[in-house]
């Protein structure tokens, strides 16, 4: 069974950046698109971006755009985010998801089959 872990976490001032990071000890991710998605107190998760299991195409949720990047480095079987211009509503647990198939909207948690246990980020001053 394929198990997720998170990483990277932490508090962060706004405008200040964080890395996390999405690793499957003992499995290759090679096979597997990642997306991390975010769910903040009171909210619904939501997706924030996602990578093809190539490397080659990758998707942001719209607030996001220009502040995140979302890459994989395949030779050491992580998944990464960068966080830049954080801002406090960016404050969430942050969950990384797996697939085998592109199929259907990126960002809906139901096309997801593996799943990560999360990581806190909280964007304050």
């Known amino acids: 069974q394929l198990q997720l872990v998170e990483s990277g976490g932490g508090l962060v001032q706004p405008g200040g950046s964080l890395r996390l990071s999405c690793l499957a000890p003992?499995?290759?991710?090679?096979?597997?698109?990642i997306a991390w998605f975010r769910q903040a107190p009171g909210k619904e998760r939501e997706g924030v971006s996602e990578i093809s299991s190539s490397g080659g195409s990758s998707n942001y949720e719209d607030s996001v755009k220009g502040r995140f990047i979302i890459s994989r480095n395949n030779n050491k079987n992580t998944v990464f985010l960068q966080m830049n211009s954080l801002k406090p509503e960016d404050t969430a647990v942050y969950y990384c998801?797996?697939?085998?198939?592109?199929?259907?909207?990126?960002?809906?948690?139901?096309?997801?089959?593996?799943w990560g246990q999360g990581t806190q980020v909280t964007v304050s001053s």
């Open positions: 003992g499995f290759s991710l090679d096979d597997y698109n």
């Open positions: 998801a797996a697939r085998r198939f592109r199929v259907g909207t990126w960002s809906v948690t139901r096309y997801y089959s593996y």
